[in-house]
Structure formats: structure tokens, C-alpha cells
């Protein structure tokens, strides 16, 4: 049985949040923090410096949060539209007061920058509702504040306040609030696992249809699927910790085994390269419609030398002739996107170079050159080797001409990995 995790609601709190001018990334921060804490974090909402609106916000928090936690942050300033503590306070329904604790740490601030007087507007930093723990500030002025919600509802809880500024808001959620998350009353279920698997070559809809079975019969196992031009990332989250994800991710194996290359920090360019060289074989690449991509994505890769030969971009077709050997009678009878021409590119560039394995890419990647025959994301790839075999493929990819061009390399790159593979299986 997946443990029951307590629950958890982060409000951005600003003006300049709705308005587009800043990005909330205190809600991601908070998300994996909480997350990573054992919590459940089920709603990030957004709201502008506005009462009313923060009080429905507040009501619908906490009901969703259901005893958990509520975390706030922005709006906690000396300025009069930073007005988080007055909606707070009055949807508690109790008074603001001084705290003379903080008032006193203000002025001390203050004096030591040379003011005599605290300013005005500062005071009001001082004002909590009746009831909050006050959580110092060791990055910043505006105090964070905690306050029970025990009364306020079936289930209580606590409400966190934290100001909004993101170096403040990690200072005071790592020194003040995590260390009462942790001593909070309870069954702590174990921190969250997770791993990520990359993979290439198949949609994000065929995986999850194989995953499926699996996942369906694993409770608290999540896994999320993040398409890209460079394929599908999964990350896959066990909320009963480690054992349960190496549980999940050997059964999950034989699945993902022809489509993963790798963790979070691997390209398919290192997998695939990494693959050549344990077998021995050198690359070389002759690209059209993709100008250099391919060998600039191989070469992106420290080491690459040790596989990667070289490459000749053959952009007009006298270059597909004079320096790669594609035969002009193919050329005229197929035109330069067809997988023949793409075949004797691959055969060419391979020869021409000493190289093991030869690779190429010819296609339209737009907007204009396409046509009824071969309309624009259309394709074709070769892939030759020492021993007179060769693949080739025509496949037609969607989208705009960076789009083509950067999918065109994650395929042949996928070729190259396909054909090591199917070598190493014998
Ligand atoms: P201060 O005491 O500095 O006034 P505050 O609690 O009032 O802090 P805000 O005035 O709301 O916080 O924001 C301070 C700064 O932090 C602003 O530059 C704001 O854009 C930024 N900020 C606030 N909330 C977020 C958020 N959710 N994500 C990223 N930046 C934020």
C-alpha cells in the first residue's frame, strides 16, 4: 500500500505575476522542496495583491490542503500594496499587532546602516496576526510567520508565510519551516524517488500504452511523460522511496531497453558514440538539408574524436557529385531527396573518409522546395558500413524548418544507435 502523504497548497502571491512581468518560480522551488519533504503538493495558485482574492484563495487552500500545509509567498513588504498580512489576518479573523521582537531587530538594521529612525512604511514589517511564530529572516527583512490552522477547519493544519523574494523564501523554508515540517505529528512516509529515463525514437503514446500494464498494478508509482524534438524524457516518481522505484524500474526494463539511452544529464549523441567506440567503429557524416548539425551535435561531445571522423556538408548537388560520388544519372532520375541518393551519400562519405560507418541526411526542412511527392518534412536517411550494408529511410517529420532540421539529426543518430545495437545482439 502507497503511504498517505499529507497534503500541500503554494500561493504566489503578486501583482506582477498576473501581469507577466515576473515569472513565479517560488512555485516550482516550493513544489520540489515540499515535494521532496514527503508532501503531497496537489495546487500552485496565483494570486495578485488583492483581499478579496486572497481570501477565496486561502478558503480553497486549505480545504484542498485537507491538514497539510498552505505555503505564501510574496506581498509581506513595507509598501502599502503588499497587502498579504492584512488579508491573512482578516480571513483568520484576528487583530494585526506589533511585535516588538521585530520592531526591535528593524531598528538595529536600520541603525546600522546609519538610519536614526526606522521609516515609517518599515513598521509595518512588524505587524503579525494574533497567534503566528515569528520566523526570522536570514537573508532579509520581511520576517516569515507560521500560524496553526487548527479551528479553521475540519482537518487544521499550518499556514506559512514567507516573503517573496526567491533567495529569502529558500533561506527561510531551509532553515525555519523544513526543520517544522519535520517535527510535525504523524506517520512520515519515506522522501520521494525518482529517475529519469530518456529515450528516442518512440512517441510519448506507445510508451505509456507498454507502461501502462505496469504502471496500473504498481500503486504510488507516477510516471510522467515529457515529449521533446529530442524524444520522449520520463521521469518516474515512487512515493514509498527507493526500493519501490528499483523495484519499478526492473520491471520496466525489457520495455524501455530499445528505446532509452540514458539518465538526465546524457544526449543520444554521447550514448551513441559512446556505443561506436566501444565496438571499435569510426563515423563519418554527409549532411544536406541539416548544414552541419549532425557533426556539430557529435562533435558537442567531449571525447568525440576517438568516433567522429569528419563530414562533408553537400548542400548543392555538384558537391553530392564532386566530393561524395552520388551518380548523376540517380540524381536526376530520383532527385536529391530520395533514400538512393541518400545511400550513395552514406556509401560516399563513408568510403571517402576511412570511416566504419557513414551517415546521411537529405530532406526538405521548408518552408518553401516542397512539393506533392515530397512536401516539406520529408527526409531521407542512409546508413552504410564497411561491409557493403546499408539502411535507408524516407520519414516525414511535422512541424517548422528548425523543427525538421533538429528531429532530421535525432534520427539519424537513432539509425547509427540501431544499427550498434543490432550488431552487438549478433
Ligand atoms: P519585500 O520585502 O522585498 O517587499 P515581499 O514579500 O513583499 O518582499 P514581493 O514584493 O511580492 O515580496 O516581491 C519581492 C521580489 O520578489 C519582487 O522582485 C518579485 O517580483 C519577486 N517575487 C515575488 N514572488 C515571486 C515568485 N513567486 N517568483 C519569482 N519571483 C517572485
Given at each position: 500500500?502507497a503511504?498517505?502523504?499529507?497534503g500541500?497548497?503554494?500561493l504566489?502571491?503578486?501583482?506582477?505575476?498576473?501581469?507577466?512581468?515576473?515569472?513565479?518560480?517560488n512555485?516550482g522551488w516550493?513544489?520540489?522542496?515540499?515535494?521532496?519533504a514527503?508532501?503531497?503538493?496537489?495546487m500552485?495558485?496565483?494570486?495578485?495583491?488583492?483581499?478579496?482574492?486572497?481570501?477565496?484563495?486561502l478558503?480553497r487552500?486549505?480545504?484542498?490542503?485537507?491538514?497539510?500545509?498552505v505555503?505564501?509567498?510574496?506581498?509581506?513588504?513595507?509598501?502599502?500594496?503588499?497587502?498579504?498580512?492584512?488579508?491573512?489576518?482578516?480571513w483568520?479573523g484576528v487583530?494585526l499587532?506589533e511585535?516588538?521582537?521585530?520592531?526591535?531587530?528593524?531598528e538595529?538594521?536600520?541603525r546600522?546602516r546609519g538610519?536614526?529612525?526606522?521609516?515609517l512604511?518599515?513598521?509595518?514589517?512588524?505587524?503579525?496576526?494574533e497567534?503566528?511564530e515569528?520566523?526570522?529572516?536570514p537573508?532579509g527583512?520581511?520576517p516569515?510567520?507560521?500560524?496553526?490552522?487548527?479551528?479553521?477547519g475540519?482537518?487544521?493544519?499550518?499556514?506559512?508565510l514567507?516573503?517573496?523574494?526567491p533567495?529569502?523564501?529558500?533561506a527561510?523554508m531551509?532553515?525555519?519551516?523544513?526543520?517544522?515540517?519535520?517535527?510535525?505529528?504523524g506517520p512520515?512516509?519515506?522522501?520521494l524517488?525518482s529517475?529519469?529515463?530518456r529515450?528516442?525514437?518512440?512517441?510519448?503514446?506507445?510508451?505509456?500504452?507498454?507502461l501502462?500494464?505496469?504502471?496500473?498494478?504498481?500503486?504510488g508509482?507516477?510516471?510522467?511523460?515529457?515529449?521533446?524534438?529530442e524524444?520522449?524524457?520520463?521521469?518516474?516518481?515512487a512515493?514509498d522511496?527507493?526500493?519501490a522505484?528499483e523495484?519499478?524500474?526492473?520491471?520496466?526494463?525489457?520495455i524501455?531497453e530499445?528505446?532509452?539511452?540514458?539518465g538526465a544529464?546524457?544526449?543520444?549523441?554521447?550514448?551513441?558514440?559512446?556505443?561506436?567506440?566501444?565496438?571499435g567503429?569510426?563515423?563519418?557524416?554527409?549532411?544536406?538539408?541539416?548544414g552541419?548539425l549532425?557533426?556539430?551535435?557529435?562533435t558537442?561531445?567531449p571525447?568525440?574524436a576517438r568516433?567522429?571522423?569528419?563530414?562533408?556538408?553537400?548542400?548543392?548537388?555538384?558537391v553530392?557529385?564532386?566530393?561524395?560520388?552520388?551518380?548523376?544519372?540517380?540524381?536526376?532520375?530520383?532527385g536529391?531527396?530520395?533514400?538512393?541518393?541518400?545511400?550513395?551519400?552514406?556509401?560516399?562519405?563513408?568510403?571517402?573518409?576511412?570511416?566504419?560507418?557513414?551517415?546521411s541526411?537529405?530532406?526538405?526542412?521548408?518552408?518553401?522546395?516542397?512539393?506533392?511527392h515530397?512536401?516539406v518534412?520529408t527526409?531521407?536517411?542512409?546508413?552504410?558500413?564497411?561491409?557493403?550494408?546499408?539502411?535507408s529511410e524516407?520519414?516525414?517529420?511535422?512541424?517548422?524548418?528548425?523543427?525538421?532540421?533538429?528531429?532530421?539529426?535525432?534520427?539519424?543518430l537513432?539509425?547509427?544507435?540501431?544499427?550498434?545495437?543490432?550488431?552487438?545482439?549478433?
Amino acid at each position: 500500500m502507497a503511504a498517505v502523504r499529507p497534503g500541500a497548497v503554494l500561493l504566489t502571491i503578486g501583482d506582477e505575476l498576473l501581469l507577466g512581468d515576473r515569472v513565479d518560480t517560488n512555485g516550482g522551488w516550493l513544489a520540489a522542496f515540499l515535494s521532496a519533504a514527503g508532501f503531497r503538493v496537489q495546487m500552485i495558485l496565483t494570486v495578485g495583491d488583492d483581499v478579496p482574492a486572497m481570501h477565496s484563495a486561502l478558503s480553497r487552500a486549505v480545504e484542498v490542503a485537507a491538514g497539510g500545509v498552505v505555503v505564501m509567498t510574496g506581498g509581506l513588504g513595507p509598501t502599502t500594496d503588499d497587502v498579504t498580512r492584512e488579508a491573512v489576518a482578516s480571513w483568520l479573523g484576528v487583530p494585526l499587532q506589533e511585535d516588538p521582537a521585530i520592531l526591535e531587530t528593524l531598528e538595529a538594521r536600520f541603525r546600522q546602516r546609519g538610519f536614526a529612525n526606522l521609516p515609517l512604511p518599515n513598521r509595518r514589517l512588524a505587524q503579525v496576526p494574533e497567534g503566528a511564530e515569528v520566523l526570522p529572516n536570514p537573508a532579509g527583512t520581511a520576517p516569515g510567520l507560521a500560524l496553526s490552522l487548527a479551528g479553521r477547519g475540519p482537518a487544521g493544519g499550518w499556514l506559512f508565510l514567507l516573503p517573496g523574494v526567491p533567495v529569502e523564501m529558500r533561506a527561510l523554508m531551509e532553515q525555519e519551516v523544513g526543520p517544522r515540517l519535520a517535527r510535525l505529528p504523524g506517520p512520515r512516509p519515506a522522501p520521494l524517488a525518482s529517475a529519469v529515463v530518456r529515450t528516442a525514437g518512440i512517441p510519448e503514446s506507445a510508451l505509456a500504452e507498454m507502461l501502462e500494464p505496469l504502471t496500473g498494478g504498481t500503486p504510488g508509482i507516477l510516471v510522467q511523460y515529457r515529449p521533446s524534438w529530442e524524444g520522449v524524457e520520463l521521469r518516474i516518481t515512487a512515493s514509498d522511496g527507493p526500493d519501490a522505484l528499483e523495484g519499478f524500474m526492473s520491471r520496466a526494463a525489457h520495455i524501455l531497453e530499445p528505446w532509452q539511452y540514458g539518465g538526465a544529464e546524457s544526449s543520444l549523441a554521447g550514448a551513441v558514440l559512446a556505443r561506436c567506440e566501444a565496438m571499435g567503429w569510426t563515423i563519418a557524416v554527409a549532411e544536406s538539408c541539416t548544414g552541419g548539425l549532425l557533426g556539430a551535435r557529435l562533435t558537442a561531445v567531449p571525447g568525440s574524436a576517438r568516433v567522429f571522423l569528419g563530414g562533408v556538408v553537400a548542400y548543392a548537388n555538384d558537391v553530392k557529385v564532386g566530393l561524395l560520388g552520388v551518380e548523376e544519372t540517380t540524381l536526376a532520375a530520383h532527385g536529391a531527396v530520395s533514400e538512393i541518393v541518400a545511400r550513395q551519400m552514406a556509401e560516399g562519405v563513408r568510403a571517402r573518409l576511412g570511416a566504419t560507418v557513414g551517415v546521411s541526411i537529405t530532406g526538405v526542412a521548408g518552408p518553401g522546395g516542397g512539393s506533392p511527392h515530397r512536401p516539406v518534412g520529408t527526409v531521407c536517411f542512409g546508413l552504410a558500413d564497411t561491409d557493403q550494408g546499408w539502411v535507408s529511410e524516407q520519414v516525414h517529420f511535422p512541424g517548422g524548418r528548425d523543427e525538421i532540421r533538429e528531429r532530421a539529426v535525432q534520427h539519424a543518430l537513432r539509425l547509427i544507435d540501431q544499427g550498434a545495437r543490432k550488431r552487438i545482439r549478433g
